[in-house]
């Protein structure tokens, strides 16, 4: 492999797509089923194709998919990918590196000739985020038939379309999800290269991680309904503000997660009030909430007791709340066997690597429990991700591929 030759084909197609943004000058936003995805949706086909895959095609939910056949009849097929969607105003390398690190790795097999016992499948996955309606991984969950119809027609985005009406904008058929399902017993594997997105390998002066695991989370939106009055009238104790609720929830999140003592984290990273007016007390607010560790039973302690501050305050004030759980993925196992053989070689080519948690959440998690699952970590310069400075070096995207290009070849001759 021209190391070199793999480096520049990386760079290339990450520069071209993160001029697929509707935020330009300001990171890279490419929200599912928009304009910008559909250009991203359109380059990676043309990709693919041009590195020598077959049967590229789009799904239903937006995948972009390719393959490379195996020379044996009736085989199991490997399959590598990552997300082409990304958070608002986030970085040019969260998921997509992945992509294109998988159609660099695919060209690499079909231009070495290998037998190929199993067959390759490089996935390009849609709405890893969640950033539209909350849930994420729909791309993965369609594959691994996991997609609840029901949410389909109920997750809206923040103007209240659901996913259903975006699927129809965007010339798709929601009925047309439960087919995309594929049998598990026929996936050899899953690999995922991906930017750690948090500063463990870069300050360890690490070239690769190798996930061991990644957390489970818990996301919810919580609408806490206050009621609303004039704020220059309305004594203290006779309110039901809701942003006055809400805050004493959300201020106790750090808390709420460093009593865990292993490593927890809890996130409010949205707020909506209403009216949101500086002289009116909030009639309602909207917040969400995202909790994750390695132990569910931490992600379960911390919603009850944030559960129990809502209560305790709506009980005081006679003001309600609802909470809409998003998404409830437990923490899961990456393949012991796959990882074994990805540090036996980084040994061989020498590079500095270590064995680590994944913080984030990944489409690889939704093939865990299905499949072999391995995922590849590339530092992220400072850590930082899901933001415009999002930066990893495209040597280091290359060694990745080197690793698992060289697993694959393991595989196939098993
Ligand atoms: C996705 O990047 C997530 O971890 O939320
Ligand atoms: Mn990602
Ligand atoms: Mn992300």
Request: negative net charge.
């Amino acid at each position: 492999m021209e190391m070199k030759l793999v480096e520049e084909a990386i760079k290339e197609r990450l520069q071209m797509l993160r001029t697929f943004t509707s935020t330009p000058g300001h990171g890279v936003t490419r929200l599912p089923f928009s304009n910008e995805a559909r250009r991203a949706a359109d380059y990676l086909k043309e990709e693919m194709e041009k590195a020598g895959l077959t049967s590229v095609w789009m799904d239903a939910v937006g995948n972009v998919r390719g393959r490379l056949e195996a020379d044996e009849p009736e085989t199991q097929t490997i399959m590598m990918g990552s997300h082409y969607d990304t958070v608002k105003n986030g970085g040019a390398y969260d998921g997509i590196a992945g992509v294109v690190c998988a159609i660099e790795t695919a060209k690499a097999i079909k231009r070495s000739g290998m037998h190929r016992r199993y067959a390759l499948e490089i996935i390009a996955f849609n709405d890893e985020e969640g950033m539209m309606f909350g849930s994420g991984c729909l791309g993965s969950k369609a594959l691994m038939g996991m997609v609840d119809q029901n949410d389909i027609r109920r997750l809206n985005d923040e103007n209240g379309i659901s996913i259903e009406e975006w699927m129809h904008r965007w010339g798709s058929r929601p009925e047309e999800i439960p087919a995309l399902a594929l049998d598990a017993d026929q996936i050899r594997a899953f690999f995922e290269i991906h930017i750690e997105q948090g500063p463990v390998l870069d300050a360890g002066g690490k070239e690769i991680g190798i996930v061991d695991c990644i957390v489970g989370l818990l996301r919810c939106m919580v609408t806490v309904r206050g009621r609303a009055d004039h704020a220059g009238t309305t004594p203290m104790h006779m309110r039901r503000d809701a942003i006055g609720i809400a805050s004493k929830v959300i201020s106790r999140l750090d808390q709420l997660a460093d009593s865990q003592d292993n490593g927890s984290v809890a996130t409010c990273g949205f707020i909506r009030a209403y009216p949101n007016a500086m002289n009116v007390i909030a009639e309602t607010c909207e917040f969400t909430m995202d909790l994750r560790s390695r132990e569910e039973e931490s992600i379960e302690r911390m919603m009850a007791e944030a559960e129990t501050i809502l209560k305790d305050c709506c009980a005081e004030t006679g003001a309600g709340y609802e909470v809409d759980i998003k998404l409830r993925q437990k923490p899961v196992a990456m393949s012991r066997p796959i990882m074994d053989i990805l540090c036996e070689t980084c040994r061989e080519n020498e590079y500095s690597f270590q064995k680590m948690i994944s913080g984030a959440a990944h489409d690889s998690m939704i093939f865990a429990d299905k499949t072999e699952t391995a995922m590849v970590f590339v530092p992220s310069r400072e850590g930082r991700s899901h933001c415009p400075q999002e930066y990893s070096e495209y040597g280091h995207l290359a060694k990745a591929v080197k690793i698992v290009y060289e697993t694959i070849v393991k595989m196939n001759q098993e």
